[in-house]
Each structure stands twice: as structure tokens, then as C-alpha cells.
């Protein structure tokens, strides 16, 4: 008999049926024997219903009421929940965020778990109910109610799972768990069984769209292990975990295709201390995310060079205007602009053992003719920005290269 | 600078155009350097929309679980309501009925306000904020959310009033307040200037749909003076209060109609202590409300009487079931149901100082050749049961003679 936190994403919620659905999965594993709580999302649609009613009233609502006003969607679902696992004769009760002990920051729309005391939790499944909880929500210690912002469930999930020391935590979403690249891309691409934090949170970054970064450096952080898996099938799905000595043997765990990056290139910039800092710094300022930077070498005497850099794609007219308002001041010639490229990375933790990955990949890539216009590698990743109309040409010899 | 608790219902938030309007007229009283208290009610169509889910999953949902769904109804107006004050560039913020010390018993669904304590609302004031709170809606002290039935709104807004001893509590709705008579039916009727508890009540429980009852009995037994109006219109409303001496000059208050009651009649009922009783506790025992009861003289020597009572009309057809249950046992002939009735009542504290109204009254019809069936009494009220299609016409004769 184990304590399984079980997490359902807002599709998985979607409808009264689909609400059923779920009540049906959760009687099946507390059949078992097993004592479960459920994490659910807004059903899909609702949230963006409610985002629309407060731009209706104004552009920009206040934050803690937005809050307020979101937490609604959550609540509604472990309502209808309760009621179907009532329906199906399983005791079931609801809780909100704030009733379920998750104590946050008071940081509306991205409020930080700091704490969940899981005593009510406790109770309730010592009585025999299945306990289901409203994801993406809280209350500071004041009694506020604030939300966890994009990705906020599965941030729920885990670390209710880390306070509950569940045996089992597992995201049911609408993908069979994490594959070796995008099936709609690389149609030979397989489920992993296991991937590590660091591998997944790389993936993540590099455009895998299956978790929010921020849920998986959570479990990273608590040790939390956790499955990604469908919540219309009844497959295994992918087991996220910590590194083990058997996952060195694979070298890459997978390769991902990002299209949402734009390239930004600063021409001549003037080799003097202090000249990249202040060029990121006023892009950081207008909350702007940088991804890749290469900056190659001087061109000879005189002192100049180039700096790219990549950004997303919807930032890219608000990030030309910020540099061509410090062109002058910091005396670069100008920035160029290049919304069609994409970015592809090959990710595992394998590669730290294994000399000649970046050599083998740069290889397959010429051998299709492919150019590379930027690299920049970490310790388990490494990425490349080609073409766009080259993107998923490249996925899939790199798929095929590393992983077939 | 007075402090006003304002009440808005279902209609008047309907939408997110209408929630503006509201604020508007909010920001209007803050504008004059009132302090404001508001209380909304979801937004009409929402409650029942809630309601559908629920049925989806299951017919009679649990009512615990009915009250977490219920209670987000609320909440997203609060929201949406203090965002519309933002707009107006007026402080405003919002709160839960458990956020603003919304103490209720555990009866979910049908919650009685226990206690109001309302040092975070104070505290709100002072900063210089319109509070909006969630009406409809409380907290047990154990922490599980609750709502208050049918007219809960009314109710939180009348009982924060008493809690923080506004100077003013006014209830906007889409009538313009408390009328002699239904201008649909009477288009003579005139809107009063203020009206006791006491009429008020029995003008409610004699089919006046403006407020529940309870909303009037709370304010009767906290003295909480009162203010029906329009959101639509900045008319004076009626002012709810305890009686003056001013209030008895005038006979009767209003004339009120009620198409929803149902007569049963048992015909031939043993004239033996406890029989009554027997019936009506069956009755009582299947939650039917009895509205007038009417017994007639015994029918000479042998001992036997018809008894006649009116219910509300959905309720007969369980009435009668009950009822052929137990006419062996209690010994009655049969039980006369007619649904062809009306009920008409004239209302007023004026008639305790004042002899003769009954007469008057039952002389009036009889002139317009209306057959009453049934007459019933209180110390300010008098009903009498019609014909269904005489109803009309006997409320403005009643009108006629008494109010114009």
C-alpha cells in the first residue's frame, strides 16, 4: 500500500466526462489499496475565460486580485471532483490551496511555495478519503491568496508530494510521458523510460514544452521523484529521477527543436571592458530573457567585435528598440535582427563520459549540408542555431545519428 | 461621511458592463467621503451554471463539496468588482466571506451566520479602501467554506452592516423598491417611503418576492435599518425599519397577490384529539411548508370536520401521496387537492389601531361578486384564498378601496 500523489493537468479536467475519467482512475488506484491525493488544474478554457473577463474591466488588473480571481478555476475542479469520486461510492473530500497547508510568498501571479504543512492532508487520509487539492494556488502567512503562476500544478503536485513523503508522484498530462525528440518531428522517436533532473531541465530549456522548468528544479532540489504520463491511456510513462551510474551509458537522452528563438547580432562593438555588460544589462532591465551568447574574437587591432545573442521571438521589436537607444552611447554600428532561425540541442548526461559528441554532431550536420551560425554548450547539452526551413532537417539526423 | 454597506445581487453584476456600472456608482458615494462596504452576489447565471456541472456529475451532490463550487461564484465577482474600482483609480480590495470574519454553523448549503467579525474590513476602511466582500458565503470555525441558502446575499450584507454598525445598508436590486402592490398587476401602485420589518415580513411571506425573509427577520432582531433600490436609476428606495408611531396612521401598507399555493382540502376528519396534529406532522415530516390552516365547526353530533390548509403548488402532488398514506389510519374521507386558487392579503400595522378592515375588506369583494374560499389572519395581516382567476381583479379592488 502506497501514498501516491496523482497531478491532472487542465485537459485531463476538461469536461464533467473528463472529470469522471479521472474520478475512474483514482478509484481504480485507491482499489488497490493504495491512499491517493489529487492535484488538479483549472479545467481547460476556464482560466483563459476569467484572464478575459478581468481585460474586459481592464488592461492591466491588479495582481493579488488577479489572483483572487484565478483561484476560482482550481476550486471549481476539486469540487466536481469530490463529486465524482462520490458518485463512484469512494469518500472524497476537497481542499483549497490554503486549506491543504501551502503557506506561500506573497509574490501575486508567481507567488513561491515556502512551506506546505500537510496535517489536514494527514487527517483526511487517515479517515480513508481520497484528498483532492486545488494545484497552483496558496495563501501567505497572512491569510492572502496568491497563486504559483505558469506551471503552478505540477509545482503543487511535487511538492506536496516532497511534504507528504509520497511513495509515488505522478503528472498525468496529455503526452505519453518524455520522448527522444518530438514525435510530430521525428516520427522514430521513443518514450524514455528514466531521464535525470539535469536532463530534463535541459531538455525543458531547449524547447521541450512537456513541464515548466521551475516544477522539475523543485523535485531536483527535494528529491522528488516523479512520472510523466498520459491520462488517456493506461501506459507507463517516464520516470524523473536522479542521475544513476547506468544512465552515463546512454550518451544523448534526446534531441530538442526550439522555433521560438530570435537571433539578435551587434556589429563593431567596441572591444572595451564593460561594453557587453551594459548591453545586457539594459536588456535584462526591460525583462527581456537572453538564451545563447557567443561573442567571437577581436577583429585585429582597432579593437572591435560582434556579439549575438538569442532571444524569444515575441521580444524580438521590443529588444531592437532598447539597442538601437544604446547604439550610440556604447558605439556599436548597428543590431541585426533574424527571426528565422531555430535552435537544436542534443541533451544527456552521458556526453561528461563520452569525448567527440560535439565533434560528431558538428560532422553530421555538415555531411547534410547544414551551416551552423551559433553553438554554445553546457556541461549535458549542447545547441546549435541553424535555419529555420534547416530546423528539422537537423533534428532528425541528429535523432538519427545519436539515438537510432 | 457616513459608513454605507452597499448590496449588489445577480442582475446588477450580470456582466462585466454592468460591474463598471456599479463601480461607478460606488466611486460616486466614496466621491462624497463615504466609507464603502460592498457586498456582491455571482453573476447572474453563474449559480446555476455551477449548479449544471454538479448535476452533470451526479444528481444529489454532497453538499459540502456543493458549497466549495457555489462559493467561486462570488468570489470571481469580488474580483472582478475591485479591478472595475482600479479602472476608476479608487482603492478598492477584495475579500472571501471567511476573509472578512464570516463565522457560520457547519448546515452546508444553508449556513446560519454565527458571528461577524470584522477587524480585517476595519482595518481595510482605514487604509482607505472600498472593500468588496463575497456575499452568500462564510467560514465554520473549523475552517470549511460555507453558504448561506437562497437570499444569502441579502443577509451578509444586512449582518456586516450590524457588524460594523453602518450609518446606512442599502439593498440595489432591479425594482426600485417596495411597492403598495405588483405595478403588473395594480398599475396604480406607488412605491413607499419606508415600510415597518413587520409588514415587510408579512408582505414577503404573502408572495412579495423583493427580499427572503430571513434577510428581514436578521435585520428586525439586530436593528438594522435598511434600504431597498434600484442599481438601475439613483431613485430613493423604501426604507426598512422598526415601526413609528407615523406608520400607524396609515392602515394598510400593501396588497400583495401569490399565485404559487395549492389547497387541499380533508373531507370529514374525525373530530378526536390529536388528529390535526397526526396530519400535519406527516405533512412536516416530508419538508412540505403549510402555509394557512382552516378548520371548520364539527358537523353536529358524531363528530367529524373538514380541514383545509394551503402548500406550495410543486409540493402537492408529494402532498397528496402523503397524504392517501395516512387517511385510513386517521379516518378522513378523501383529500381535495384544487391548484385554481389565489391568495390575496392586505398588510399593515395601521389595522391594529384601527376596526372595521376585515369587514371592509370582505364586504369589497363580495361587491365585485368574488367567492372567498378560505380567510386567514395575523395581528397585521389579513389573506383570504380566491379563485385562480378572480386574483387579479380582487388585488386591485383591495387596492382601490384601501390604498388609493
Same mark, same amino acid.
Given at each position: 500500500m502506497a501514498l501516491i500523489v496523482q497531478k491532472y493537468g487542465g485537459t485531463s479536467v476538461g469536461s464533467t466526462e473528463r472529470i469522471k475519467h479521472v474520478a475512474g482512475r483514482v478509484a481504480a488506484y485507491r482499489g488497490k489499496g493504495h491512499r491517493v491525493v489529487v492535484i488538479v488544474s483549472a479545467m481547460s478554457g476556464v482560466t483563459d475565460r476569467l484572464i478575459g473577463l478581468a481585460r474586459d474591466i481592464m488592461p492591466l488588473p491588479n495582481e493579488r486580485e488577479m489572483d483572487m480571481l484565478l483561484a476560482t478555476g482550481e476550486q471549481t475542479t476539486i469540487a466536481l471532483t469530490a463529486m465524482a469520486l462520490h458518485a463512484l461510492k469512494v469518500p472524497a473530500i476537497s481542499l483549497t490551496g490554503a486549506q491543504a497547508g501551502i503557506t506561500t510568498d506573497? !509574490?501575486?501571479?508567481k507567488a513561491k511555495i515556502q512551506?506546505?504543512?500537510?496535517k489536514q492532508v494527514h487527517r483526511l487520509l487517515d479517515d480513508g478519503n481520497v484528498v483532492i487539492v486545488a494545484g497552483f494556488q496558496g495563501q501567505t502567512p497572512e491569510g492572502q491568496i496568491t497563486t504559483l503562476g505558469r506551471g503552478g500544478s505540477d509545482l503543487s503536485a511535487i511538492a506536496m508530494a516532497g511534504a507528504l513523503k509520497a511513495d509515488l508522484c505522478q503528472i498525468y498530462t496529455d503526452v505519453d510521458g518524455v520522448y527522444t525528440s518530438d514525435p510530430r518531428v521525428v516520427p522514430s522517436a521513443r518514450k524514455l523510460g528514466e531521464i535525470s533532473y539535469d536532463e530534463m531541465l535541459e531538455l525543458a530549456g531547449a524547447?521541450?514544452? !512537456?513541464?515548466?522548468l521551475r516544477s522539475v528544479e523543485f523535485a531536483k532540489k527535494f528529491k522528488v521523484v516523479f512520472e510523466v504520463r498520459s491520462s488517456l491511456n493506461d501506459n507507463p510513462g517516464t520516470i524523473v529521477k536522479e542521475e544513476t551510474q547506468?544512465?552515463?551509458?546512454?550518451?544523448?537522452?534526446g534531441v530538442s527543436l526550439d522555433r521560438n528563438q530570435a537571433k539578435i547580432t551587434l556589429v563593431h562593438?567596441?572591444?572595451?571592458?564593460?561594453a557587453a555588460a551594459r548591453i545586457f544589462k539594459a536588456i535584462a532591465d526591460s525583462a527581456i530573457n537572453v538564451d545563447m551568447i557567443v561573442q567571437t574574437a577581436?577583429?585585429?587591432?582597432?579593437g572591435a567585435t560582434d556579439i549575438s545573442f538569442t532571444i524569444d521571438k515575441p521580444d524580438l521589436l521590443k529588444a531592437k528598440k532598447v539597442l538601437d537607444g544604446i547604439g550610440n552611447a556604447i558605439g556599436f554600428k548597428h543590431a541585426a535582427a533574424d527571426e528565422n532561425i531555430s535552435k537544436v540541442s542534443i541533451v544527456g548526461v552521458g556526453m561528461r563520459s563520452h569525448s567527440g559528441v560535439a565533434a560528431k554532431m558538428f560532422e553530421a550536420l555538415a555531411d547534410a549540408g547544414i551551416n551552423i551560425e551559433m553553438i554554445s554548450t553546457s556541461e549535458i547539452k549542447i545547441s546549435v542555431v541553424v535555419k529555420a526551413d534547416k530546423g528539422e532537417s537537423a533534428t532528425r539526423i541528429l535523432h538519427r545519428v545519436f539515438l537510432e
Open positions: 506573497g !509574490v501575486h501571479t512551506n506546505i504543512t500537510p524547447g521541450a514544452k !512537456v513541464m515548466q547506468s544512465m552515463e551509458s546512454v550518451v544523448i537522452r562593438v567596441p572591444d572595451q571592458p564593460g577581436s577583429h585585429g587591432a582597432g
